[in-house]
C-alpha cells in the first residue's frame, strides 16, 4: 500500500518514462524535419537527459530497497558536481549561440567558445568516472560500471551504424556531438537494466 508520503513524493516511474520518450521522439521528428537548426535542438536535448533523473528517483521509490541514489558521500559528490558541469554547458552554449548569432567573431575566439561547452560535457564523463572512483559500497560501483558499460556500447553501435548509413547515403549528417547525447540517453537504458537485473537502478 503507498504511504502519503510516497503519494506526496511525485508522480510515477511510468509517468516519467513516458514524458521522457515523447520529448525526445518530439524533438527527434522536429530536428529530421528541420524544424529546428542543429543548435535548438541540442539544447532541447537536455530535456529527455534531464528527465532521467526523476524517472531513476521515482522508479527507486516504488522499488523494495529504495533508492540508491544520493545516500553515500561519494554520490553527494557526484550530484555536486553534475550540477556544476550542467550549469557550465548552459552558459558556455547560451554564450556561444549568442556571440556567433550577434556578430562573426574572430576564428580564435569561436573556436575557444566553441570548445567550452565540449569542455563541460567532459566533465560530466569526469564526474561519472569520480563516481566509480570514489564510491565504497562495491555493489553500487558495479551498477555504476554496468550502466556506464552499456551506455558507452550502445552509443559506440549507433555511431557506427550511422557512420556507415552515412557513407551510402541512406541517412542525412550528423554532428558528432550526438554519441555524446546517445550516451546519456544509454545511462537511462544502463539503469533499466541494472532495475530489471539487479533490483536498483545504480547512482547515475
Not at 533523473?53 to 541514489?69: D, H, I
Not at 553527494?76 to 550540477?83: D, E, H, L, S, T
Not at 570514489?134 to 552509443?155: H, K, P
Request: net charge neutral; hydrophobic share 55%; charged share 15%.
Amino acid at each position: 500500500m503507498t504511504s502519503p508520503a510516497d503519494r506526496a513524493s511525485g508522480r510515477s516511474p511510468g509517468f516519467w518514462a513516458g514524458l521522457l520518450l515523447g520529448s525526445l521522439a518530439a524533438i527527434a521528428g522536429l530536428a529530421l524535419s528541420d524544424a529546428i537548426g542543429p543548435d535548438t535542438t541540442l539544447l532541447l536535448m537536455l530535456l529527455p537527459v534531464a528527465l532521467t533523473v526523476p524517472l531513476m528517483r521515482a522508479a527507486g521509490r516504488r522499488a523494495p530497497g529504495g533508492s540508491c541514489v544520493g545516500k553515500g558521500a561519494a554520490q553527494k559528490r557526484y550530484v555536486k558536481r553534475i550540477a556544476l558541469f550542467t550549469a557550465l554547458y548552459l552558459l558556455s552554449f547560451g554564450v556561444l549561440t549568442f556571440v556567433t548569432a550577434e556578430s562573426e567573431p574572430a576564428f580564435a575566439l569561436r573556436s575557444v567558445l566553441a570548445v567550452l561547452p565540449g569542455l563541460a560535457v567532459i566533465g560530466i564523463f569526469w564526474a561519472v568516472g569520480r563516481l566509480i572512483v570514489e564510491e565504497q559500497d562495491e555493489f553500487i560501483r558495479m551498477l555504476v560500471v554496468r550502466q556506464s558499460l552499456i551506455a558507452t556500447g550502445l552509443a559506440l553501435s549507433a555511431a557506427t551504424v550511422w557512420g556507415f548509413l552515412e557513407s551510402a547515403d541512406v541517412a542525412p549528417h550528423l554532428d558528432a556531438y550526438w554519441v555524446a547525447v546517445a550516451w546519456f540517453l544509454g545511462l537511462f537504458v544502463g539503469g533499466l537494466s541494472n532495475r530489471i537485473e539487479y533490483g536498483s537502478w545504480g547512482a547515475v
